[in-house]
Every structure is written in C-alpha cells, then in structure tokens.
C-alpha cells in the first residue's frame, strides 16, 4: 500500500514539473507541446501530372503497380480486360472491393501492371494496390478502407520446403520393412 502513495506522488510531481516547463516556453513551442498525442496525422492528396494516383500493392509472391483516375470503371490488368485476366467472378468480386467499400463504383479507371504469383495472390495484390491508390487521390477514404483491413498487406506467404521432407510439413512415406 506504501508503494501505490509513492508512486501517485511521484506522478503528480511529474504532472506539475511538465505544466511549469509549458509556462516557461515560448508561446508557439508551448501550443506545439500541449497538442494532444492521439491527434491524428493529416494526409494529403498525391496526384501526379496527368490527374493519376499511383500505388504498389503487394500479396503473396504477387507485386501490383496500380494508376487511378476519374473515368467510366474501365479496368485494364496487364493489358487485357479484368473480365478477361480474372474470369473467375470471385476474382472480380475480390479486386471491386475496395470501390465497393468507398462508394466510388464505376468512377475510377484503373490500369494495372501484376507480376509474379498466381491469380489469387495477384487478384489481392491488386486489391491492395487499388485501396493505396484510393487514400492518395482521397485521403478521407482512408477510415472506410482501413476498418475494412484492405490497406494492410496480407502476410501469410507460403511456407518454406525444410530438408528431410516431402514439402513443407509432409514427411516421406513410412517402411516398416
């Protein structure tokens, strides 16, 4: 019980030391000091000459450089249509995400550079790469997409062949004789 009393007192003189050294600083460095610590850091629009933004997204073994601009929702992956690269309508589904969650269907053309992985880590590359580009050409779009976890980059990568196995985990097949 001891210990809690000198430890409260010990605060509080903390407490008081911090407002003294606040009153003795000059105005604009004492307005810089008592900012709350939780305030959250403003971001701004990144946009480049030609109205785009850019962003690199990542999944997997899959890296997508994606470009955003206002347009009609056409999208082009690697040159072709999204229908045609990702015909598996879960895949289509994956990369509309984003839009989906910032109300801004078919408002923005996305061109599309993917390279390495399958379609699925790819198709979440591309996922990831649109929510980048997104908060930079709207930076209040940030709070939607991160609640919905699209500006995280999935880790799980797969795991890594270990010697005296099949695979991963799989061991050779057991003789008794």
């Known amino acids: 019980m ?3 009393k000198t430890t409260s007192a010990k605060l509080s003189d903390i407490k008081a030391t911090v407002k003294e050294k606040a009153k003795e600083m000059p105005p604009e460095q004492s307005s810089m000091a008592t ?3 939780d305030a959250a850091p403003k971001y701004e629009r990144k946009v480049d000459k030609h109205g785009r933004a850019y962003a690199t997204g990542k999944r997997k073994n899959a890296i997508a450089r994606v470009w955003i601009k206002p347009g009609s929702g056409k999208m082009i992956i690697n040159g072709r249509e999204l229908k045609v690269y990702f015909a598996r309508p879960v895949l289509q589904m994956v990369v509309n995400q984003p839009f989906a969650v910032a109300d801004r269907a078919n408002q923005f053309d996305v ?3 993917v390279v390495g992985g399958g379609l699925s880590g790819q ?3 591309v996922k990831h790469g649109i929510s980048k580009a997104l908060t930079c050409f709207e930076p209040e779009l940030r ?3 991160k609640t919905a976890l699209f500006l995280r980059r999935d ?4 795991e890594r062949k270990k010697y005296g196995r099949a ?3 799989r ?3 057991f003789s008794k004789r």
């Open 111 to 113: 061109e599309c550079l």
């Open 143 to 145: 709070k939607p997409l």
């Open 123 to 125: 198709a979440g590359a």
């Open 2 to 4: 001891v210990t809690r």
């Open 155 to 158: 880790p799980r990568v797969v």
């Open 35 to 37: 900012a709350p610590a």
């Open 167 to 169: 695979k991963a985990r």
């Open 171 to 173: 061991r050779f097949q």
